[in-house]
């Protein structure tokens, strides 16, 4: 984690949030219970900013000035609003394809998938505000720069994404296990959006339930699963494959 990414100390990080500044995350000492302190956590809850209790030594280890309890993590990108995004997609003439990322939790999956992305056209990616990994110097490196260059937009919570991509006539296809068709059997032709489940748990099931279809991998071998990353490729080559 670059220190020039990094705000610490209680009142800065106040102040930048109140200023608009991009937080990707909050990092507050256990423990710590002055009237500051909770003034801090009242503005991280309201603002829904990632955030996590964490030993002293930690923040010690993230910077070695006076950080009061409190070290915020600067986001390195700009986010995009996800209305103004879909319009401008629509309005370019583009077929639209969105990625959907339920709660991506690891840098370098999250990096690896930001850069499969580039490479096959993907129109925007939609994240949680809340649980998922952050953009830091790991995800720029394992991204080739990727973050970059394509658009990426946070949500309270994908279902918000999901409800939104389909009031603007946006097909969407959740890619899980528990399908009974292959990529393979649906059109991505279309204007559609591809949700990608977190790496333990998959897809929220309240998320999958209002998916409008859902889609599998063949698996022919002994272990049940792929990496998250790996099957995102799969997924957005396919699309590339119909759409050639």
């Known amino acids: 984690m670059k220190k020039d990414t990094l705000i610490f100390g209680i009142r800065a990080i106040i102040e930048a949030i109140k200023s608009g ?16 302190f909770q003034e801090l956590e009242r503005l991280i809850r309201s603002e829904g900013i990632n955030f ?21 993590q600067i986001s390195p990108i ?25 709660q991506l939790s690891d840098v370098r999956n999250f990096g690896a998938i930001v850069r499969t992305a580039e490479c096959t056209g993907v129109s925007g990616i939609i994240i949680q505000k809340k649980g998922s990994a952050p953009i ?20 309270n919570h994908i279902k918000d994404a999901v409800f939104h991509m389909q009031s603007s006539g946006i097909k969407v ?10 990529l393979y059997d649906v059109s991505f032709k279309e204007p559609c959006a591809i949700i990608m489940g977190s790496e333990g748990r998959g897809i ?11 889609a599998k991998l063949p698996i022919v071998g002994e272990i049940e699963s792929l990496n998250v990353s790996v099957a995102c490729g799969a997924f957005l080559y396919e699309a590339v494959r119909q759409r050639m």
Do not use: W
């Open 136 to 155: 830091n110097g790991d995800t720029i490196k394992t991204s080739a720069g990727a973050v970059f260059k394509i658009p990426i937009c946070k949500v």
């Open 21 to 36: 500044e991009t937080i990707d995350k909050v990092f507050v000492q256990k423990g710590a219970r002055s009237d500051l």
């Open 78 to 102: 700009a986010y995009h609003d996800i209305d103004e995004l879909v319009m401008k997609v629509f309005e370019s003439g583009e077929t639209p394809l969105f990625l959907l990322l339920d």
């Open 173 to 182: 296809i959740a890619a899980t296990e528990k399908a009974d068709d292959y």
């Open 204 to 214: 929220n099931p309240s998320v999958l339930k209002v998916a409008d279809h859902r």
């Open 52 to 72: 996590s209790y964490v030993p002293v030594e930690k923040l010690n280890r993230l910077t070695r000035g006076n950080h009061q309890g409190a070290v915020a």
